[in-house]
């Protein structure tokens, strides 16, 4: 029997489609992976050689199958053919049957509800398909736009802890805040409600 994280479906969302990862992607993740600004707030990035693209790929995308992960979604635009970013469970939870979402989109794509779309997708991806029990998904405290993705999807905020990362250009100094989404909170309990 094959396993549900190996046969992801494809997502269709009227200006964006999320199918998995493949590797002739690469020429497009190294457009916007190569923006400092779209990898400022990311614990990789920007990349300098699309030699780190390719590994990327190779190396963190498609290993997680190993890891009884999904290989990783990508974002494209419908209209251009184009991949414009990424989002993925990318991490399981210890103790707990979930797994913590991750995502990063083109500069030139911001500001669109393209993320917050995209994030809405993959809860019941995360619920339904794979059977998690709980859905984290987290940001360094100056990243104001992905916590904005988060609060619109009605994920409940659990709280912060310090974080720091040397990176090719500068050093990251921040809180990370944490926030969570049940099963039950997914299926209508009524806190879900109240943070929609």
């Known amino acids: 029997m094959t396993h549900a994280y190996r046969r992801m479906p494809e997502v269709h969302l009227d200006d964006i489609m999320l199918r998995t990862l493949r590797k002739e992607d690469v020429n497009d993740m190294y457009d916007y992976g190569s923006d400092p600004e ?3 707030f990311l614990n990789w990035g920007p990349f300098t050689d699309i030699k780190e693209a390719k590994w990327a790929i190779k190396h963190v995308f498609f290993k997680r199958l190993r890891r009884q992960l999904p ?12 991949m414009i970013g990424t989002i ?14 991750g995502f990063a989109l083109h500069r030139a794509y911001w500001h669109q509800g ?4 995209a994030v809405k997708a ?7 398909h794979l059977g998690y029990d709980v859905i984290i998904v987290k940001h360094l405290k100056a990243n104001a736009a992905s916590q904005r993705v988060i609060e619109k999807n009605g994920f409940l905020y659990l709280g912060s802890e310090p974080f720091s990362l040397q990176k090719k250009h500068h050093r990251i100094d921040d809180e990370m805040m944490i ?4 099963k ?3 299926h209508g309990h009524p806190s879900r409600e109240r943070n929609l």
């Open 38 to 40: 779209v990898t400022r």
């Open 71 to 82: 290989i990783g979604y990508a974002i494209i635009d419908v209209k251009t053919s184009k």
């Open 88 to 101: 993925d469970f990318h991490s399981k939870m210890e103790g707990r049957n979930g797994a913590e979402i």
């Open 114 to 117: 393209i993320m917050t779309k």
């Open 122 to 128: 993959m809860i019941p991806l995360g619920f339904d």
């Open 179 to 182: 926030y969570h989404m049940t």
């Open 184 to 186: 039950e909170m997914y």
